[in-house]
């Protein structure tokens, strides 16, 4: 049915009946959710009529179907954010009306956003954790297993594989006796297990299950079967060849890559180069490799380019048509601007001619000059909106650029380790020049990561998760991370704590992380057989932590830029350690999250003390 007719469907029943039939609800909320992606605005318009007719039905779960279709609609869009807003409104409404179904949905969209876009498995992790505990609820075999395989999915995206394998089993003992009752294949979960038996090494066992899963694909008459054979084969294929069945790897290597060329996929045909690059490496044919490796290359690159490309085309006309909006509302500022100036002047020549009426008119003035500053005042936050979503833009440029800078490292890396292979066949000299090279890749990409870390900071992409810590306990962890490091450079660490207990409300992970930065700088800057310290104070209202070291110290005049992105100071590592100037930046943007201050005193030849003071 179309979306007109739908529309004269709802008009003529609103019309007879003072209310929207149910039926007729559901129907529109099922067609918008299965609408594709790129018919945005017709998704737009179901979730905008649902939530006009709310009023004029019975039906509760209206409210949640019209707050799911506006996450759909926004997702769709990519304005996550907003999607994430959407679907957590509409799960607070199914809890109050007590609908489990629609809380099972809707948990299951916010982990989908997590996970594919915000890249967040950890936060997805708790999301499905409380989609499994409903779906046990609702007693939906079929939907608690679907719950498991996701579940498990993001557990080896964490490296938890063991709790992956615990949840998956879990399901199969539930499935398996089901499967000849009618319910739907389990290939999900077969092939979920084999990827975990990968992770764990267990060759043997994962091959059993991608064999399970091929021998359902090859006889499934669904859509896409031939994709699912293509996968199946490619886990095969590299199973076999972790396993060190070459041959049994080759066979299936070998069809993976007919099968990706008979879908004509260039992805597809790129992973199973990739597999073959892999297994003639394994079997010492470098030959094969180095011709297998070229055309993975060439296809993938090819593949990044044309997304890269593409996501900066669309990037440039949207900052395009977003310049030339604020270009015109600009003018039109201007416009209103003058026109308020003609009508002051125009209204004051007439309070002088008009003695007798001057209280009325300064009335009318005053009320029309407050709507005028009003609107001036709105198209500023409409600006100020823009520039926000400018500067969004200008992030997403740079997390391309820097992701495509990666794929060359990767390449320079993969033939190093080829060359490595091959270094008894080298010169001493060639042998070093290898070793320079592998270091040189490492830092070229760990600049990358830091550059990427940097940039995605402003995003605030990490939500702050507080708990109670003992800082005392906390203190002596982090040193203890540190101890072989500073043992490599004869460097002593001291802790200097209370005795008693200090309980601190904050975050683990970005406390652990800002101390992290700063013991390493320390030990960094300090030369050999020197001490460095961490001491932990309780004041009044607030937690003194400060890191002070025997090291080089820091000019005076370097002091005021020191927290600034990208800023190097003159002072240099003492055993010729790498720095790339990001790591004060950082500590900085983790403090102020944490609600505190930074500060730094340095003596050249002395020391320095960095005092970071966080409000309880």
Not at 48 to 76: C, H, Q, W
């Amino acid at each position: 049915m179309k979306p007109l007719c739908l529309f004269l469907l709802l008009l003529i029943t609103t019309s007879l009946f003072g209310q929207v039939d149910t039926g007729t609800i559901q129907r529109l909320y099922y067609r918008g959710m299965h609408l594709p992606e790129n018919n945005v605005d017709s998704i737009g318009w179901y979730a905008d009529y649902i939530g006009k007719v709310i009023p004029k039905t019975p039906f509760p779960a209206a409210g949640v179907m019209a707050l799911r279709l506006n996450g759909f609609y926004y997702e769709s869009k990519g304005e996550f954010y907003k999607a994430l807003d959407y679907y957590y409104q509409g799960l607070s409404h199914a809890r109050e009306i007590h609908d489990i179904e629609q809380q099972t949905e809707l948990l299951a969209d916010l982990a989908a956003v997590y996970t594919q876009d915000l890249k967040q498995p950890g936060k997805a992790k708790e999301v499905y954790q409380e989609c499994v505990r409903l779906n046990k609820q609702l007693g939906d075999a079929h939907s608690l297993i679907v719950s498991y395989v996701n579940l498990s999915a993001i557990y080896n995206r964490l490296g938890q594989h063991d709790s992956s394998l615990l949840l998956l089993k879990e399901g199969l003992r539930i499935g398996k006796p089901l499967e000849a009752k009618g319910l739907e294949s389990l290939g999900e979960l077969y092939n979920n297990l084999g990827n975990t038996y990968y992770y764990l090494k267990q060759y043997d066992q994962s091959i059993a299950w991608f064999r399970l899963n091929y021998q359902h694909d090859l006889v499934s008459t669904e859509p896409g079967h031939l994709g699912d054979l293509w996968l199946d084969v490619l886990n095969l294929a590299d199973s076999y060849t972790e396993r060190g069945n070459f041959d049994s790897a080759a066979h299936y290597g070998d069809l993976s890559l007919q099968l990706a060329k008979q879908l004509d996929s260039r992805s597809k045909q790129s992973d199973s180069y990739q597999i073959l690059a892999k297994l003639a490496q394994r079997r010492g044919d470098y030959k094969k490799a180095f011709e297998y490796q070229g055309k993975w290359y060439e296809l993938d690159t090819a593949l990044v380019n044309s997304e890269t490309y593409k996501s900066i085309a669309e990037l440039e006309q949207k900052y395009q048509a977003r310049q030339r909006e604020n270009e015109k509302l600009v003018l039109q500022g201007e416009i209103k601007q003058k026109e308020f100036h003609y009508r002051i002047m125009l209204i004051t020549a007439i309070s002088l001619l008009l003695v007798a009426i001057t209280a009325g008119m300064a009335f009318v003035i005053k009320r029309r000059a407050n709507r005028n500053l009003q609107t001036t005042n709105d198209l500023i936050i409409r600006q100020n909106q823009r520039l926000s979503e400018l500067n969004y833009e200008k992030n997403s440029l740079i997390s391309i650029v820097s992701h495509d800078l990666s794929t060359p490292f990767a390449t320079i890396s993969m033939w190093q380790q080829l060359l490595q292979n091959e270094k008894e066949n080298l010169t001493e000299g060639q042998q070093k020049a290898l070793e320079r090279i592998g270091q040189a890749t490492q830092y070229g990409e760990k600049l990358i990561r830091h550059i990427l870390d940097v940039e995605k900071a402003q995003t605030n992409q990490h939500r702050v998760q507080l708990e109670n810590l003992d800082l005392r306990i906390f203190s002596e962890s982090v040193i203890d991370d540190f101890q072989p490091a500073a043992a490599r450079k004869d460097i002593r660490l001291h802790l200097d704590c209370p005795n008693r207990q200090i309980y601190f409300l904050s975050d683990r992970q970005l406390l652990t992380r800002m101390l992290e930065n700063l013991l390493s700088n320390a030990i960094k800057y300090t030369n050999t057989g020197k001490n460095v310290w961490l001491s932990v104070s309780d004041e009044k209202d607030a937690v003194s932590i400060k890191i002070r070291d025997e090291g080089v110290g820091i000019h005076p005049e370097e002091l005021p830029h020191l927290f600034s992105k990208y800023s190097k100071i003159s002072s240099k590592p003492t055993a010729g350690e790498a720095s790339t100037g990001l790591g004060l930046s950082i500590v900085k943007r983790i403090c102020e999250e944490l609600n505190g201050k930074i500060s730094c005193e340095s003596d050249i030849g002395k020391g320095s003390v960095f005092t970071v003071v966080l409000k309880k």
